[in-house]
Each structure stands twice: as C-alpha cells, then as structure tokens.
C-alpha cells in the first residue's frame, strides 16, 4: 500500500510539473510577467512595486534557457517543490496523495502561479517552507530550525511582502514566542538578510511602501469591490470546491499550537483582505498565503469525515480536466481568441514588434502605460532604450526608478502613443495586431517627470465658474537642471483636465514664464484660473491640474479635486 501511495504521488508530481512545463515553454508572458523581465534587466535589492526576489529568478532562468522556458524556468521548479513540501504538511493528517492531488487541481488560481514568472510563485515556495519549518521548530525548539526559520522569513519577504501577514498571525496565535530566545535569533537572522533590501527602501524614499499602503488605496468605497472580493474568493478557491474549502478550514476544531496558527493564517489572512475592500480595489489573488492553511486545515476535516474524500477526488479530477481543455485551447486558439482574459496572454509582444518596425533602432518613449512600453521592450530586446513617461492620470511604476530618463536627454527618441489627440499632426500611424499605434519623432528630447507640483489644498478654489489655483510652486528633485519653456519646442504649461467617460480630456492651459530651475530648487508658479464651459452638465467633476512639457501629457505630480457643478 505504502508503494502504491508514492506511485500515485509521483504520478500527480509529474502531471502537475508536465502541464505547468508545456504552458510555460508556449503560452506568451503575461503582461506583468513582461514588466517583471524589467527588472531582470536591472537587478537591484528591490523595485519600486515588489522586492527582488522575481527579477533575480527571472535573471538566473535566462542565464541557463532562452525565450519563455529560460523566464519562467526556476518558478516551475519552485511550484513542483512547493507541492512536495505542502504534502509532508498534508499527510501528517491525511495520507491519501490521490486526494491530495485533487483538491490542488481543484483550485484554479494555483494554476497561473505554478508556471508565471511573478512574485506570487516564490512566495508561496517559501510560505510553505516557512510554515514546515515552524511546525519542526515548535517541535524542536532549536537553534537550526531558528536559523531556518530566519532564513526562510527573509526570502518570503525578498518575494512579496504579504509574507509579514503570515508573521503577524503567527505571533498573535502564539504570544509565548515573544518570550523565546531561538524566536529572537530567528528575527535577527532574518532583519540581517532584508538590511540591503531595507537600505534599499530608505536610498529610495521607501517607494513600495508608499505605493502599497498609501497610494495604491485612495479611492472611495465601492460596494461592489466588496462583494468581487467575496464571490471570487469562492472562485478561486474551486470554483467548484470552493466553498468546500472554506467551510472545512473554518469548521475544524484546531488542537495544538501550529493548528492554532494554521487557523489563524487562515482566517486572520482572508478577514484582513476583507477590511481592505473599504478602503479601495483589491486584487481578488491576494489571499493566495491563506490557501495553504486552508488545505492542510481541509485535510485534518476529511481525516474526520471520510465520507467526503470520494467527492474530492471525482469534483476535483474533474476541475483538473477542465483545466487542460482551458490550457490546450488558450495554447491552440488563444492568439486569435477574443476573450479578455486571453488577450492578456497574447499578441502583446507581436504588437510591439511592428512598432520597432516602423520606428527602427530610436530609442522609444512610450505615453501609454507600464504593460506597453514593457512588452516593446522584451519584444526587441530594448530595455535600456524604452521607457515610459508617466503622466498624472497614471501610477508611478519602475520606470520612474531606472536611469533612461537621464540617458535619453538630448538625444532624438520616437514618442509612441495609443492616443491620436496628444499627436495630431506630424505623426506615424502604426497598425498592430491589438491596437493602433501613432509614432512621433523627437530631436533633443528634454523632460521633467518627476518635477514636483506643490500646493496646499485650501488653496484650490472653486466658485461655480472657475477654477483657481494659488500658491502653486514648482520643484526639482533632479541631480540637473530642470528648463520650462526655454526651448520653444517643448512650452511648460499649467493644464487643467476632467475626467471623462474614457479619458482625460484638457479644459485649458496657462504657459509659464521661462525659469531654469536648479537641482534642488523651488519656484513660485504665480496665480492660475480656469473657466469651466457652460456646456458641463450638474454634478460631481474630478479634475486634474498638472504641469506639461510641450505636447506631453502632465508630469505624475499635480492637483486632483473634485469639484460640484451647479
């Protein structure tokens, strides 16, 4: 029997690592998986949106394979191991690999993170090693599992930082850790490690943590993101097990203390994400921690309700099925499918292929977002000539941390953009299989992206007619100088925009008086009024006012305000 059961774990092994290896040498990056190549390009100890551990996997796996394979080549490893690991976990409560191989390919969202080269498949490695470890340290209480446990915590964060949730609900399901000393060398260990990550952070002006618990959440509730949250968590859960999943984890009585913090990873990590949906959107994959617990916590239940074993092994072989019949017809039709999940898998880098066709060798800058000027970049193998110019609408992104801004002043660039308003005349139209590109040429490019637009909020005024803004000052956080409208070619100007049904459109502009602003230096950018049209209908008006260079769209930093029209 005993061999029987490794037959079969080695069979499930082996179709999981099969499956994950074919779609990983074939099916086209996703287009995050093109922005994280990005940072393959520019190893550091950490990125403006995650830490580094994805770009140096990314790195290694092109340094041993080319194309797709080489990308995503040490994340389907990874995903193999970490299932080899989740199983020693599994089978202390259940030693039925049949059923444990089910339930896995029962749950869709382990799917994509099995073979895709982002953050979220090494953070899993090292959770489930993680949560190992802590289970041999509670038993052993010695300095090697310390040691491992610091050193596993350190790579979980060196991966994504949801690992501190896992921290946190450990600690708070085992108070008494405080009090060990193995506990404390653990944390030094770890800290030790993330210093450079941490140093990084600080250099920075700590850009992630920014991003992740400030500007990334300023939005107004929305009922609705709520109960996306909710129902897609029974999703990705199954979709057809789900709700299984979850019942049984929750209903399970715990007994001893790693059950306890299974329990509470568990709960603590899906209750979290669920406050967060009042605070703004939320990706419905950012639970995935959770999932873990939720299976080792579902195999203690099945232990002691057998009965529903045979209703994981038909629902989830049947999940499995569905699951190759998805991967071979994404794989087979996916190029010419228009199904918008699809869609984010292909045609991504043939559509840039044509820009480089039409454009040649320029360097390119792109006023669009982060997927298109990555995808350009990986596509020709560019990233040291591609970049992206954000404007205020947008978020910040990697590109406002890499040094092409300052490489490409001076130099003559293509500007490629999906808007024909901002290039109306004088331009290049570009037909891709996805989108219609507009090309223009740029001598002696100049920019100023990061220039800071600084202003208090009571001193944007709105009296039912127009818009005033005063006290507006400008500053330079470059190492050079900054120049508006000293070069005719590229005007500064303060520009109002609203928001519109697709896009921000302009209201009016105001140029400003030429200034060379030294690094370091603020300026007094004058009084500035806007007159709103006639025309606006009643109701609420969310405008942006920025400073643009030239026909460029506004630098990142401006004025967003919400404006009631009478």
């Not at 228009?338 to 559509?351: C, H, I």
């Not at 992104?397 to 300052?406: A, K, N, S, V």
């Not at 490629?416 to 037909?431: E, G, N, Q, W, Y």
């Amino acid at each position: 029997m005993q061999i029987k059961h490794k037959t079969i774990f080695r069979i499930g092994l082996l179709l999981f690592f099969l499956t994950n290896l074919v779609t990983a040498c074939f099916l086209e990056p996703h287009y995050d998986e093109n922005y994280y190549w990005i940072y393959a390009q520019f190893l550091d100890w950490g990125y403006f949106d995650h830490p580094p551990m994805v770009g140096f996997l990314i790195f290694a796996g092109l340094k041993l394979l080319p194309g797709y394979l080489g990308m995503r080549l040490f994340f389907v490893l990874l995903s193999s191991l970490t299932f080899v690991l989740l199983w020693k976990l599994v089978k202390v409560y259940l030693d039925d690999p049949l059923v444990y191989w089910t339930a896995v390919f029962a749950i869709c969202c382990f799917i994509p993170y099995s073979f895709m080269a982002v953050p979220d498949g090494p953070l899993l490695f090292f959770t489930v090693l993680f949560l190992w470890a802590y289970r041999q340290f509670l038993q052993q209480n010695s300095v090697g599992m310390a040691l491992l446990l610091g050193i596993t915590a350190a790579a979980m964060v060196y991966s994504k930082y949801h690992a501190f949730l896992v921290f946190l609900f450990v600690f708070v399901s085992n108070l008494q850790l405080i009090r060990n000393r193995k506990v404390w060398l653990a944390a030094v260990v770890a800290l030790g490690l993330l210093f450079p990550h941490f140093y990084w952070q600080y250099t920075n002006g700590f850009p992630s943590f920014k991003y992740h618990l400030v500007d990334s959440h300023q939005t107004s509730y929305k009922v609705s993101v709520t109960f996306s949250y909710l129902v897609n968590q029974l999703v990705l859960t199954g979709p057809l097990l789900g709700w299984f999943f979850l019942f049984a984890a929750a209903k399970v009585k715990t007994e001893g203390q790693f059950e306890k913090s299974l329990k509470y990873i568990f709960a603590g990590v899906f209750i979290f994400f669920f406050l967060v949906t009042f605070g703004g959107d939320i990706e419905p994959h950012w639970p995935l921690v959770a999932y873990f617990p939720m299976l080792i916590l579902t195999a203690r239940y099945l232990r002691e309700k057998p009965s529903w074993k045979p209703v994981v092994v038909k629902v989830g072989s049947l999940t499995f099925f569905l699951a190759l019949v998805v991967r071979a017809v994404a794989l087979i039709y996916g190029p010419t499918a228009e199904v918008k999940p699809l869609a984010r898998f292909f045609n991504n880098l043939s559509d840039k292929t044509s820009i480089y066709q039409a454009v040649g060798d320029y360097p390119v800058v792109f006023q669009d977002n982060y997927r298109s000027a990555s995808a350009y970049a990986h596509a020709n193998n560019k990233a040291h000539d591609t970049w992206l110019m954000g404007a205020g609408f947008s978020r910040y992104t990697q590109y406002d941390l890499l040094p092409m801004e300052e490489q490409l002043q001076g130099k003559t660039v293509v500007l490629v953009t999906r808007d024909s308003l901002l290039l109306p005349a004088d331009r290049m139209k570009i037909a891709g299989r996805k989108n219609i590109w507009y090309a223009k040429k740029v001598e002696n490019f100049r920019s100023f992206n990061l220039l800071e637009v600084r202003v208090s909020p009571d001193s944007v005024l709105f009296d039912g007619q127009k818009i005033e803004v005063r006290g507006m000052e400008l500053y330079n956080p470059y190492q050079r100088p900054v120049e508006l409208s000293i070069d005719p070619q590229f005007p500064a100007h303060v520009q109002c925009y609203v928001r519109g049904k697709k896009q921000w459109e302009p209201v009016g502009s105001v140029t400003l008086q030429p200034v060379v602003l030294a690094p370091g230096q603020t300026t007094a950018a004058g009084a500035v009024e806007f007159v709103i049209p006639k025309h606006w209908p009643a109701g609420e008006k969310d405008i942006f006012i920025g400073v643009n260079n030239g026909f460029f769209l506004p630098v990142h930093s401006g004025i967003v305000k919400t404006i009631q029209i009478q």
